[in-house]
């Protein structure tokens, strides 16, 4: 819900006074230090508040590089090339993750997220000519343009169910894993496995909205969705 409502907000403001790359600095730098923090909390209620402020402030990042790479490329069908690298560095971290836990316990994967994102950080400050389209009117009258286009709004349906779903799975598959007696490796690996579909499927993408139009792909993976979360509840 906070990354719900904190990826719109941010990405206006951004898109507004056209600082993308202040933005993605200022969220990223306060998003390492909470979680640094993280590390060295030793209660529950305030590792608690860390990282619902970390919800708020990590997941604009993503959809702000998101929008500045579909600004730079000419066929926006395209952006699954590029979006299929970050699933890669997901699959390949996911099982070393895993190994990290069993052997050295969770602190130790919050250390390499944190030099992960120092690296990202450095990344960022390179970039040069960060820009997308410039914001017109206001959030209330964004939301209202949605609301009135029955097109939009059936998009961005079709989004918050997906949305749902992904993190029904990204929450509870662990825990059910867990339950099952599987190892965190075994958690990594299933990540590592997702990522091996996923990145095919983004090389793809573009070709396969060409050919069933993006309603048809919505329909599909929705399907294809609804049939995970029940083979899932088996």
């Given at each position: 819900?906070l990354?719900?409502?904190s ?7 951004s898109?507004?006074?056209?600082a993308?790359k202040?933005m993605?600095?200022?969220?990223t ?9 993280i ?27 998101d ?26 971290v ?5 190994v990290?836990i069993?052997r050295y ?14 690296l ?6 390179r ?7 410039t ?18 709004l059936n ?12 993190g029904a ?7 059910q ?9 075994l ?15 983004f090389?793809?993408?573009g070709?396969?909205?060409r ?5 048809g792909?919505l329909?599909?993976?929705?399907l ?5 979360l ?5």
């Amino acid at each position: 819900i906070l990354g719900f409502v904190s990826m719109p907000v941010f990405g206006f403001i951004s898109d507004k006074l056209q600082a993308h790359k202040t933005m993605l600095l200022m969220l990223t730098c306060i998003t390492l230090v909470l979680r640094a923090f993280i590390i060295f909390s030793t209660s529950i209620s305030r590792a608690s508040l860390l990282i619902l402020a970390t919800e708020i402030t990590s997941h604009p990042i993503g959809s702000i590089i998101d929008s500045t790479v579909l600004d730079r490329i000419e066929d926006p069908l395209e952006f699954g090339r590029s979006r299929m690298w970050g699933t890669i560095g997901w699959g390949l971290v996911a099982p070393a993750a895993g190994v990290a836990i069993s052997r050295y316990g969770i602190k130790s994967t919050v250390a390499i997220h944190l030099i992960g994102y120092f690296l990202v950080i450095l990344t960022i400050a390179r970039f040069r000519g960060v820009r997308s389209s410039t914001a017109k009117g206001s959030l209330a009258s964004a939301v209202q343009c949605i609301c009135a286009d029955w097109t939009t709004l059936n998009v961005t349906l079709c989004a918050l169910v997906m949305g749902q779903a992904f993190g029904a799975i990204g929450t509870f598959l662990f825990l059910q894993l867990q339950d099952m007696g599987g190892s965190p490796l075994l958690m990594g690996l299933s990540l590592a496995v997702n990522s091996a579909v996923e990145a095919p499927m983004f090389r793809l993408a573009g070709p396969t909205i060409r050919w069933l139009r993006l309603p048809g792909v919505l329909s599909l993976v929705l399907l294809l969705m609804t049939c995970r979360l029940a083979f899932y509840a088996l």
